[in-house]
């Protein structure tokens, strides 16, 4: 084996690092500090809670229905990219050519290591397919718990609406998780790109995405807005006017 590649195969290896290790990392950093999904899954519980106390549902049901449409798409899509790497497989040596012939290219990538480059890719979609479809179930069976909740004026205790409320919402709080890994595939897949021009770019461009998402999860004006908003309604619901 060349020098190139221990690099190609050191620079595979960093990707994966890289993504299991961020989502490990934003797992355990959830516990302790405010970041889009555990802002979320506060706000879902009290929708979920909220959903309970009133008597038309219409737009909780279409909501869910909006989620899940999101997520559909992104699953259609994943379907498309991998139907076009596998018609890419087939037709690799024209493909080399092709790529060899733009300006930057990596001309020290053989066929092979090209070859390698796109079943990598195939393998991040059809993974990103499983998580997303996933996904879909999941906002699936958040549309029957919606329509098998308990009634607003129904005879039952405070403790298990609440109850029914925190496992519904939990489970919508699972779909918006896989939901979250099928979109850090997408973005992982996007850092694979600069890898068939220069395998330092590639590698570059991995530290970027980390950062990218990082930043979005955990310090976004998106994430400072929602906290500031959900402070401000905790405020009001011990306000004694509230």
């Excluded at 021009?197 to 400072?224: D, M, Q």
Aim: net charge positive; hydrophobic share 50%; aromatic share 14%.
């Amino acid at each position: 084996m060349t020098p190139h590649d221990y690099l190609n195969i050191g620079a595979a290896v960093w990707l994966f690092v890289c993504w299991v290790g961020y989502a490990r990392f934003a797992r355990k950093r959830a516990r302790t500090d405010h970041c889009l999904a555990s802002v979320l899954h506060v706000y879902r519980k009290t929708w979920m809670i909220e959903m309970l106390s009133r008597q038309n549902r219409i737009a909780d049901t279409a909501l869910i229905a909006s989620l899940e449409r999101n997520v559909s798409f992104l699953a259609s899509t994943s379907i498309l990219i991998i139907a076009g790497f596998v018609t890419i497989m087939a037709s690799i040596d024209k493909v080399y050519i092709t790529i060899t012939a733009l300006p930057f290219a990596n001309e020290s990538m053989s066929p092979r290591q090209l070859q390698l480059k796109i079943v990598l890719l195939l393998m991040i979609y059809v993974y990103a397919f499983f998580t997303l479809t996933w996904a879909m179930r999941q906002y699936g069976f958040c549309s029957i718990l919606l329509g098998a909740a308990p009634a607003h004026d129904a005879d039952i205790g405070e403790a298990e609406r609440r109850r029914y409320a925190i496992s519904t919402a939990k489970i919508i709080d699972q779909a918006g998780h896989s939901y979250n890994y099928g979109l850090r595939a997408y973005y992982f897949s996007l850092a694979i790109l600069p890898w068939f021009f220069n395998t330092w770019f590639f590698i570059v461009a991995v530290g970027v995405v980390v950062g990218v998402l990082y930043r979005r999860e955990f310090h976004s004006t998106t994430l400072r807005a929602l906290v500031r908003d959900l402070t401000a309604t905790e405020a009001m619901k011990k306000s004694p006017n509230g």
